[in-house]
């Protein structure tokens, strides 16, 4: 079984899942491709989505209330990636991207090693089903543009701006 819940943010109602080997699942309720990537992680872990608690969702809740309220920057959370080998080393590399940062699609794909798998970063980018946490609202066009968030972009914005805000505090040590 999959735990799942649904949390309130400044953002909407996200949804949220975990199994006791990590979170799955933490998005927008109103994302367009929510229903699909719900599927495809139910389907690749051969469990269903069953409204229960579960302390993984109960932390989750605790580290999001944190983070919208500028007093976390990172999350010490157990993840369970559920994608494609690419799919998943690529949002291992959206981990690494510090807070209040922001880099580009051509700037990840050299760090993945090909610098013309931007379509294809891009695009995993896009199937990220663990929002904020798995930070892919940090990934920007090359010339600075705001392209593409499963969220939307106003969210994507929202977050940026979030987290630009608070990363002078972050920098001194001041958060989590």
Aim: with cysteine; proline share 3%.
């Amino acid at each position: 079984m999959i735990a799942y819940t649904t949390l309130d943010s400044p953002l909407g109602i996200m949804r949220a899942g975990a199994t006791d080997n990590g979170i799955c699942l933490f998005d927008f309720d109103n994302r367009k491709n929510i229903d699909g990537i719900m599927r495809r992680i139910s389907q690749n872990l051969q469990e269903d989505f069953e409204a229960a608690p579960h302390a993984l969702l109960s932390s989750l809740q605790i580290q999001a209330e944190e983070y919208f309220a500028g007093m976390r920057m990172t999350f010490d959370l157990p993840l369970l990636l559920v994608g494609t080998d690419f799919q998943c080393r690529v949002w291992q590399a959206l981990q690494q991207i510090p807070y209040g940062i922001t880099r580009s699609y051509l700037q990840q794909s050299r760090l993945l090693g090909n610098e013309k798998a931007i379509r294809a970063v891009a695009s995993a980018n896009g199937e990220n089903g663990i929002a904020i946490v798995v930070p892919c609202h940090r990934v920007i066009g090359s010339g600075g543009s705001l392209t593409g968030y499963g969220g939307g972009l106003h969210r994507k914005q929202w977050l940026l701006a979030h987290e630009r805000q608070f990363s002078g505090a972050v920098q001194q040590g001041q958060l989590f």
